[in-house]
């Protein structure tokens, strides 16, 4: 089979791979119909993601439909249209049963497809712990509009969820990029007050500006000063940074009133220093990732029902035997680029 394979630090090829076989009794292999390339790749790529293995098959953003499945996965059965789950988790560890399944203690727990064993820019895609990591697709719902479930949609639903958001609340969204357009959806949900969101990119600030006319959009130069028309106490009352750079994550610090919640869900690629002498007094709590993807049913209920949906972010489609011309594109941000999403016949 056709495989995108990690080969050497900064190179990324298209190969030919065995078709993936069941490993144990609560595997599953699913047949990808629909992929997507994630700026985490792009990280392992260029030698951000220490625990990435040589020779894997990168991805991890896919639907599908079950091919095989082991004879302990119950929740399955060939045949079934399903979301994959970016988190490999047991369901019996100490961080799996207080739903932290991102620190799952199992060998191939958290980030692992596409990471640490064979992911989603392929034909074919081995499952552990199928009855966890899959998720049937209601019969309305697209490949589409499901493609972004277990992965950038649960983190922006995570998100927003231990960020404590209240109607009252004015959040402060930075980066508008595929995670902070998910983020800025379930943020949605919560109904607050005001919802600014703070870009750099001009193309990606016109783009929530026009799907999202109610959201006040701001670049990166005048946030603080927005932020501080906008804002009844001196700042957001929630930040949630998603752009991950070092200027973004000084922003958030520094646009959150005292005793806001400030919400972490970007990767960086280096260190970030928080300097505390500046803080002091602002009392403010620090929530960091990566994402606990436990909530991938109730995403797809939402997404049945109407009230998410991240097909706007498909901005261009390819077959996988273009994938490199794909990455090419998402990588330097060409022709406008949001999401790609990547095709199998």
Sequence with gaps: M???TYKDHGV???????KPKLQNSKDAIVKITMSSICTSDLHIKHGSVPKAVLGITVGHEMVGVVEEAGSDVLNVKAGDRVTV????????CFFCKNGFVNNCTDKNGGW???CRIDGSQAEYVRVPYADLGLNKIPASVSDEQALFVGDILSTGFWAAKISEIKETDTVLIIG???????????AMLKNPKKIIVCEKDETRRN?????????IVVDSKDCLDMVIKESEHGGADVVMEVAGSEESFKMAWQAARANAIVT????????????LPDMYGKNLTFKTGGVDGCDCAEILSL????????????????????IKKAYEIFENRLDNVIKIAILNP
């Design 2 to 4: 056709l495989a995108y």
């Design 12 to 18: 990324f090829e298209l190969t030919e791979k065995p």
């Design 85 to 92: 789950n970016v988190e490999t988790f047991c369901g019996d």
């Design 112 to 114: 692992a497809l596409g």
């Design 176 to 186: 508008a990029g595929p995670a902070g357009i998910c983020t800025l959806l379930c």
């Design 207 to 215: 783009f929530v500006k026009k799907h999202y006319p109610d959201v």
């Design 264 to 275: 972490v869900v970007a990767l960086y690629d280096k260190p970030m220093i928080l300097p």
């Design 303 to 322: 997404i049945e029902r109407n009230k998410i949906d991240t097909t706007p972010l498909i901005t261009h489609k390819f077959p996988l035997k273009d």
